[in-house]
C-alpha cells in the first residue's frame, strides 16, 4: 500500500484544505455493526450441479476469506474440467423442457427467484458484505435490491419476448450459456447473468468469482427452494482456470463474460471460427466531466459517489475526473474537504462509506499503479485516517496533474483513487474524454441541459449520466463501446444475446 | 348446532366496502347484491381521480410489484372466491400484467431523430381515469383482463361488475383490499347496466371506457355520451399491447441539444 502523502496529515475528520471557507463539521460516529447473528453459512460449499450440491470431482476446496479480518468464511469447492463437463451435461439435459415451458410459466420462476431473494435480502446483504468487504449500506440498499430488481424485470419478459425483439423470424434459446462474473457485485453481476438467460429459454453454468462465491451459493440454496427444475442453473465457484475452462467448454452455446479486458481478448480469440456467441462486460476509465456551470457542491458529491462506491472497485468507475480550468481548484479543494469525511473502515458498520479491498492481489494492484502515478509526477493526496490492521485497505486518493499519458491515467486502477486533469473548452473535454482505449461511461456535470445533451452526443461511451453517476437500472441498457466490451445488458437490449432469431 | 353467518356483499368505492348509497339491492347469483346508483359511480370515480395521480407517480417496478402481490394474494385465496374455477387464468393475467409496467416505455416509446439539434422522445402516460364495462355474464378471468390493462399502464379504474355475475368481481375487491393496490385505484360497483353504463360514459371526469360488453346497441349509447368530453372508447378483442396503448396516451418531449 502506498503510505505517499503530500497532504497535510490529519485526523480524518478535519478538512484540512478546506477551501471553501466553511466550518468543518466534527462529530464521531459510534460503531454500528450490523448483526451476523441470522446467517448460517455452511462449512463447505460443493457445486450446485442438476439442482443439488455435489462434491468436486478431484476433491479441491479452498477457503473464501473475508477481506476485512482475513478470517476464513467457508470451504468453496474449486472446479477442474471434469466439474465442468459435468454442469454443462446438466445444464444440456435440462435445456429442452425449460425452452418448451410457455414464457408465462418460465417467467413465474423467475418471479419467484426475485421474490426470495427480496425475503432473504438481509442475509445475503451481510454475506455480500462479509464474503467481498463493501459497506453494508451499499450491500443492502444496492447490490441485493438490484439483483432481485433484475429477475423480477427479465420474468415478465419471458411472455413477451416478441414485442422486445421485432421482426419475422421465430425467437429461439441460444442453448446453454456459460457465464463468468467479477467480485466486485458478486450477486448483482449473477443476476444480470442469469435473468435475461433463463427468460429467454436458456439453461446456465455460472462460474463466481473466486474471492466471492458466497453469494452465489446461497442463491443456488433459493433457486432449489424457488423449485427450479435441475440442470437449468448450475452454479460453479472456482477460479480462473475454473472459467476458462467454462468458456471452452464443449456443448457451450453462448458466452457471457464481465471481467478484465485482458481476460476478454483471450476469450475472443479462444472462441474464433465458432458459433457461439459472445458477450463481453469489460474494464473502464470513465471520464466525470465537470463544467464550471455545474452545481459544484452537488459535482462533488457526484465525483465521490463516481470513485469511491464499492472502493472503487467499479468498471463504470468515475476514475478520470475532467473539470474545467476556472473552477479546477475550488473543486479539488472541496472534494479533499469531502474526503476527509469518507469513513473507512469495517464493512458491516451501516456508517461505512469505503470498506476493504476484495483481495490481497487486489490491494497489491492499486499499490502499484499508485506508485507509478507518483513515479510519473502526478500529484497524490491520500486521506490520512486511522485504518484497520488486519485486512485489505486503501485509503481513499486523488492525483492532481494527471497526464493523459500517464499509466493511472490510461488503465483501469480498480480501487479508491481518482486521476484529475482540467481541460478549457468542450473541444478539449470531449477529446480528452475520448481519449481511452475504453468506453464504458462517463459523467458531465453541468447546469445547461442543451450542452449535456451536446456532448453526450459526441462521447464515446456506452453509458453517459448527467448531473448524476453510478445509477443502475433493470430497463436500461449497460454495456461499453470500444475495449470496454460489446452486448448489453439491462433493458430489452439485454434479452438479443440470449436468442438467435431467423433473418 | 353452529348457525352459519351470511356474507354480506358490498361495493368497493376508494379502498372500503360500502353498500350502494341508495340502499337499494338486487337478488342475483340467489344472493343480495347491492345496486349501485348514478351517485356510487360518481363517488366512485371521485375516488379515482384522488389516486390516480399516485399510482401513476410509483415507479414503474413498483406498480409491477403491486400487481404480482395482487396474483400472489389472488392465487391464495382462490378456494374463498365465489368462481374459483378460473381463478388461476385470473392469476395468470395479473402476472402477464405485473410484467408489463415497466416494459411499456421500451415497446411503446420512441426517441425521435428529428432534423433538428434536438432531443424529442414519446413516452407513453397514463390516460387517467377508465371506466371498465364488463359484459353480464363475464367470468372473473374476463374482468382481471379488463381491469389489469388500465391498472398496468397507470390508470386508475371503477368497473361495471358484470350484471348477472357480479359477485366474483366482488370477492375480487376483497383480495385487492387486503393486498398492496392503493386505495381508490380499484373501485368495483355491481348493479344494473342500464343504471351505471350512462353514469360512466358521461361522466366528465372519466377520460376513458374500456367496453368489453360487446352489446353493438349498447355501443351506440357509449360512444355518444362519450363524445360529449372526447373520451378514448376500446371495445373489441384486442391483444394485452393493443390494449396497453389505448389506455395511455403518447407525450413528446423536446429539448435543446448545443453548448
Same mark, same amino acid.
Given at each position: 500500500m502506498s503510505e505517499t502523502t503530500t497532504a497535510p496529515t490529519t485526523n480524518g475528520h478535519a478538512p484540512a484544505a478546506a477551501g471553501a471557507g466553511r466550518a468543518p463539521l466534527r462529530w464521531e460516529y459510534s460503531p454500528a455493526p450490523e448483526s451476523t447473528g441470522h446467517v448460517r453459512l455452511r462449512e463447505r460449499y460443493g457445486h450446485f450441479i442438476g439442482g443439488e450440491f455435489v462434491e468436486p470431482a478431484d476433491g479441491a476446496y479452498a477457503p473464501t476469506v473475508n477481506p476485512a479480518t482475513e478470517e476464513p468464511l467457508a470451504e468453496v469447492a474449486q472446479a477442474g474440467k471434469a466439474d465442468v463437463a459435468r454442469a454443462v451435461a446438466a445444464a444440456r439435459a435440462a435445456q429442452a423442457g425449460w425452452a418448451a415451458l410457455p414464457g408465462l410459466e418460465r417467467g413465474k420462476y423467475v418471479f419467484r427467484i426475485a421474490r426470495l431473494i427480496q425475503e432473504r435480502a438481509r442475509e445475503l446483504a451481510i454475506v455480500e458484505t462479509l464474503d467481498g468487504g463493501k459497506p453494508i449500506k451499499e450491500s443492502r440498499d444496492l447490490d441485493i435490491p438490484l439483483a432481485a430488481a433484475h429477475f423480477f424485470y427479465y420474468a415478465g419478459w419471458a411472455d413477451k419476448l416478441s414485442y422486445a425483439l421485432p421482426g419475422p423470424g421465430a425467437i429461439t434459446p441460444r442453448g446453454v450459456v456459460g457465464q463468468v462474473v467479477p467480485w466486485n457485485f458478486p450477486l448483482l453481476m449473477a443476476a444480470w447473468k442469469l435473468a435475461p438467460a433463463l427468460a429467454t429459454g436458456n439453461t446456465a453454468v455460472l462460474k463466481p468469482a473466486d474471492t466471492t462465491p458466497l453469494t452465489a451459493l446461497l442463491l443456488a440454496e433459493i433457486l432449489q427452494e424457488a423449485d427450479l427444475p435441475p440442470g437449468v442453473v448450475n452454479i460453479l465457484p472456482g477460479d480462473g482456470r475454473a472459467?476458462?475452462?467454462?468458456?471452452?467448454?464443449?456443448?457451450?452455446?453462448?458466452?457471457?463474460?464481465?471481467?478484465?479486458?485482458?481476460?476478454?481478448?483471450?476469450?475472443?480469440?479462444?472462441?474464433?471460427?465458432?458459433?457461439?456467441?459472445?458477450?463481453?462486460?469489460?474494464?473502464?476509465?470513465?471520464?466525470?466531466?465537470?463544467?464550471?456551470?455545474?452545481?459544484?457542491?452537488?459535482?462533488?458529491?457526484?465525483?465521490?459517489?463516481?470513485?469511491?462506491?464499492?472502493?472503487?472497485?467499479?468498471?463504470?468507475?468515475?476514475?478520470?475526473?475532467?473539470?474545467?480550468?476556472?473552477?479546477?481548484?475550488?473543486?479539488?479543494?472541496?472534494?479533499?474537504?469531502?474526503?476527509?469525511?469518507?469513513?473507512?473502515?469495517?464493512?458491516?458498520?451501516?456508517?461505512?462509506?469505503?470498506?476493504?479491498?476484495?483481495?490481497?492481489?487486489?490491494?497489491?494492484?492499486?499499490?502499484?499503479?499508485?506508485?507509478?502515478?507518483?513515479?510519473?509526477?502526478?500529484?497524490?493526496?491520500?486521506?490520512?485516517?486511522?485504518?484497520?490492521?488486519?485486512?485489505?485497505?486503501?485509503?481513499?486518493?486523488?492525483?492532481?496533474?494527471?497526464?493523459?499519458?500517464?499509466?493511472?491515467?490510461?488503465?483501469?486502477?480498480?480501487?479508491?483513487?481518482?486521476?484529475?486533469?482540467?481541460?478549457?473548452?468542450?473541444?478539449?473535454?470531449?477529446?480528452?474524454?475520448?481519449?481511452?482505449?475504453?468506453?464504458?461511461?462517463?459523467?458531465?456535470?453541468?447546469?445547461?441541459?442543451?450542452?449535456?445533451?451536446?456532448?453526450?452526443?459526441?462521447?464515446?461511451?456506452?453509458?453517459?449520466?448527467?448531473?448524476?453517476?453510478?445509477?443502475?437500472?433493470?430497463?436500461?441498457?449497460?454495456?461499453?463501446?470500444?475495449?470496454?466490451?460489446?452486448?448489453?445488458?439491462?433493458?430489452?437490449?439485454?434479452?438479443?444475446?440470449?436468442?438467435?432469431?431467423?433473418? | 348446532m353452529r348457525v352459519a353467518v351470511a356474507k354480506t356483499y358490498k361495493l368497493y368505492v376508494g379502498g372500503a366496502f360500502v353498500r350502494s348509497?341508495?340502499?337499494?339491492?338486487?337478488?342475483?347469483?340467489?344472493?343480495?347484491?347491492?345496486?349501485?346508483?348514478?351517485?356510487?359511480?360518481?363517488?366512485?370515480?371521485?375516488?379515482?381521480?384522488?389516486?390516480? *395521480? =399516485? /399510482?401513476?407517480? #410509483?415507479?414503474?417496478?413498483?406498480? &409491477?410489484?403491486?400487481?404480482?402481490? $395482487? +396474483?400472489?394474494? %389472488?392465487?391464495?385465496?382462490?378456494?374463498?372466491?365465489?368462481?374459483?374455477?378460473?381463478?388461476?387464468?385470473?392469476?395468470?393475467?395479473?402476472?402477464?400484467? *405485473? =410484467? /408489463?409496467?415497466? #416494459?411499456?416505455?421500451?415497446?411503446? &416509446?420512441?426517441?425521435?431523430?428529428? $432534423? +433538428?439539434?434536438? %432531443?424529442?422522445?414519446?413516452?407513453?402516460?397514463?390516460?387517467?381515469?377508465?371506466?371498465?364495462?364488463?359484459?353480464?355474464?363475464?367470468?372473473?378471468?374476463?374482468?382481471?383482463?379488463?381491469?389489469?390493462?388500465?391498472?398496468?399502464a397507470g390508470n386508475a379504474v371503477v368497473v361495471a361488475l358484470p350484471e348477472r355475475a357480479p359477485l366474483a368481481g366482488l370477492d375480487l375487491g376483497e383480495v385487492l383490499g387486503v393486498s398492496d393496490v392503493p386505495g381508490g385505484v380499484v373501485n368495483l360497483l355491481s348493479g344494473r347496466a342500464a343504471e351505471l353504463v350512462p353514469a360512466l360514459a358521461a361522466h366528465r371526469d372519466v377520460n376513458a371506457i374500456l367496453d368489453a360488453t360487446n352489446d353493438p346497441a349498447l355501443a351506440v349509447d357509449v360512444d355518444t355520451l362519450a363524445s360529449e368530453s372526447l373520451k378514448r372508447v376500446i371495445r373489441g378483442d384486442q391483444s394485452p399491447l393493443q390494449r396497453l396503448e389505448a389506455l395511455t396516451e403518447l407525450r413528446t418531449v423536446w429539448h435543446p441539444i448545443g453548448a
Amino acid at each position: 500500500m502506498s503510505e505517499t502523502t503530500t497532504a497535510p496529515t490529519t485526523n480524518g475528520h478535519a478538512p484540512a484544505a478546506a477551501g471553501a471557507g466553511r466550518a468543518p463539521l466534527r462529530w464521531e460516529y459510534s460503531p454500528a455493526p450490523e448483526s451476523t447473528g441470522h446467517v448460517r453459512l455452511r462449512e463447505r460449499y460443493g457445486h450446485f450441479i442438476g439442482g443439488e450440491f455435489v462434491e468436486p470431482a478431484d476433491g479441491a476446496y479452498a477457503p473464501t476469506v473475508n477481506p476485512a479480518t482475513e478470517e476464513p468464511l467457508a470451504e468453496v469447492a474449486q472446479a477442474g474440467k471434469a466439474d465442468v463437463a459435468r454442469a454443462v451435461a446438466a445444464a444440456r439435459a435440462a435445456q429442452a423442457g425449460w425452452a418448451a415451458l410457455p414464457g408465462l410459466e418460465r417467467g413465474k420462476y423467475v418471479f419467484r427467484i426475485a421474490r426470495l431473494i427480496q425475503e432473504r435480502a438481509r442475509e445475503l446483504a451481510i454475506v455480500e458484505t462479509l464474503d467481498g468487504g463493501k459497506p453494508i449500506k451499499e450491500s443492502r440498499d444496492l447490490d441485493i435490491p438490484l439483483a432481485a430488481a433484475h429477475f423480477f424485470y427479465y420474468a415478465g419478459w419471458a411472455d413477451k419476448l416478441s414485442y422486445a425483439l421485432p421482426g419475422p423470424g421465430a425467437i429461439t434459446p441460444r442453448g446453454v450459456v456459460g457465464q463468468v462474473v467479477p467480485w466486485n457485485f458478486p450477486l448483482l453481476m449473477a443476476a444480470w447473468k442469469l435473468a435475461p438467460a433463463l427468460a429467454t429459454g436458456n439453461t446456465a453454468v455460472l462460474k463466481p468469482a473466486d474471492t466471492t462465491p458466497l453469494t452465489a451459493l446461497l442463491l443456488a440454496e433459493i433457486l432449489q427452494e424457488a423449485d427450479l427444475p435441475p440442470g437449468v442453473v448450475n452454479i460453479l465457484p472456482g477460479d480462473g482456470r475454473a472459467g476458462a475452462a467454462l468458456v471452452r467448454a464443449e456443448g457451450i452455446d453462448k458466452v457471457a463474460f464481465t471481467g478484465s479486458t485482458a481476460v476478454g481478448r483471450e476469450i475472443q480469440a479462444a472462441l474464433a471460427g465458432k458459433d457461439i456467441g459472445l458477450t463481453l462486460e469489460l474494464g473502464g476509465k470513465s471520464a466525470n466531466i465537470v463544467f464550471e456551470d455545474a452545481a459544484l457542491d452537488q459535482a462533488v458529491e457526484g465525483i465521490v459517489q463516481g470513485i469511491f462506491f464499492n472502493q472503487g472497485h467499479v468498471c463504470c468507475a468515475g476514475s478520470r475526473l475532467l473539470v474545467q480550468e476556472s473552477v479546477a481548484e475550488q473543486v479539488v479543494d472541496r472534494l479533499w474537504a469531502r474526503m476527509q469525511t469518507l469513513r473507512v473502515g469495517d464493512p458491516l458498520d451501516k456508517n461505512t462509506d469505503v470498506g476493504a479491498i476484495n483481495s490481497a492481489a487486489q490491494l497489491a494492484r492499486i499499490g502499484e499503479l499508485v506508485g507509478a502515478g507518483v513515479e510519473e509526477g502526478a500529484g497524490l493526496r491520500q486521506v490520512a485516517c486511522a485504518l484497520p490492521e488486519k485486512g485489505f485497505w486503501f485509503a481513499p486518493a486523488l492525483f492532481t496533474e494527471a497526464s493523459p499519458a500517464h499509466r493511472i491515467s490510461r488503465e483501469e486502477i480498480f480501487g479508491p483513487v481518482l486521476a484529475i486533469t482540467t481541460f478549457r473548452t468542450h473541444a478539449e473535454a470531449v477529446e480528452k474524454a475520448n481519449n481511452s482505449n475504453y468506453g464504458l461511461a462517463a459523467g458531465i456535470w453541468t447546469d445547461k441541459g442543451s450542452k449535456a445533451f451536446e456532448v453526450a452526443a459526441q462521447l464515446q461511451a456506452g453509458v453517459v449520466w448527467q448531473n448524476t453517476y453510478n445509477h443502475f437500472d433493470p430497463t436500461a441498457a449497460f454495456g461499453g463501446f470500444k475495449e470496454s466490451g460489446f452486448g448489453r445488458e439491462g433493458g430489452a437490449a439485454g434479452l438479443r444475446p440470449y436468442v438467435r432469431q431467423e433473418a | 348446532m353452529r348457525v352459519a353467518v351470511a356474507k354480506t356483499y358490498k361495493l368497493y368505492v376508494g379502498g372500503a366496502f360500502v353498500r350502494s348509497e341508495s340502499g337499494r339491492h338486487d337478488v342475483v347469483e340467489g344472493t343480495n347484491v347491492p345496486r349501485g346508483s348514478r351517485k356510487d359511480v360518481r363517488d366512485a370515480v371521485k375516488a379515482a381521480r384522488k389516486a390516480q *395521480a =399516485g /399510482w401513476a407517480r #410509483k415507479t414503474a417496478y413498483n406498480r &409491477g410489484q403491486v400487481l404480482y402481490r $395482487a +396474483a400472489e394474494a %389472488l392465487e391464495a385465496r382462490a378456494g374463498e372466491l365465489a368462481a374459483p374455477a378460473d381463478v388461476g387464468a385470473a392469476v395468470d393475467l395479473l402476472v402477464h400484467y *405485473a =410484467g /408489463w409496467t415497466d #416494459k411499456l416505455h421500451a415497446v411503446l &416509446g420512441t426517441i425521435n431523430p428529428v $432534423a +433538428a439539434p434536438f %432531443l424529442s422522445l414519446s413516452t407513453p402516460e397514463p390516460t387517467g381515469v377508465v371506466a371498465v364495462l364488463c359484459g353480464a355474464d363475464d367470468a372473473l378471468a374476463q374482468v382481471v383482463g379488463a381491469l389489469a390493462a388500465p391498472l398496468a399502464a397507470g390508470n386508475a379504474v371503477v368497473v361495471a361488475l358484470p350484471e348477472r355475475a357480479p359477485l366474483a368481481g366482488l370477492d375480487l375487491g376483497e383480495v385487492l383490499g387486503v393486498s398492496d393496490v392503493p386505495g381508490g385505484v380499484v373501485n368495483l360497483l355491481s348493479g344494473r347496466a342500464a343504471e351505471l353504463v350512462p353514469a360512466l360514459a358521461a361522466h366528465r371526469d372519466v377520460n376513458a371506457i374500456l367496453d368489453a360488453t360487446n352489446d353493438p346497441a349498447l355501443a351506440v349509447d357509449v360512444d355518444t355520451l362519450a363524445s360529449e368530453s372526447l373520451k378514448r372508447v376500446i371495445r373489441g378483442d384486442q391483444s394485452p399491447l393493443q390494449r396497453l396503448e389505448a389506455l395511455t396516451e403518447l407525450r413528446t418531449v423536446w429539448h435543446p441539444i448545443g453548448a
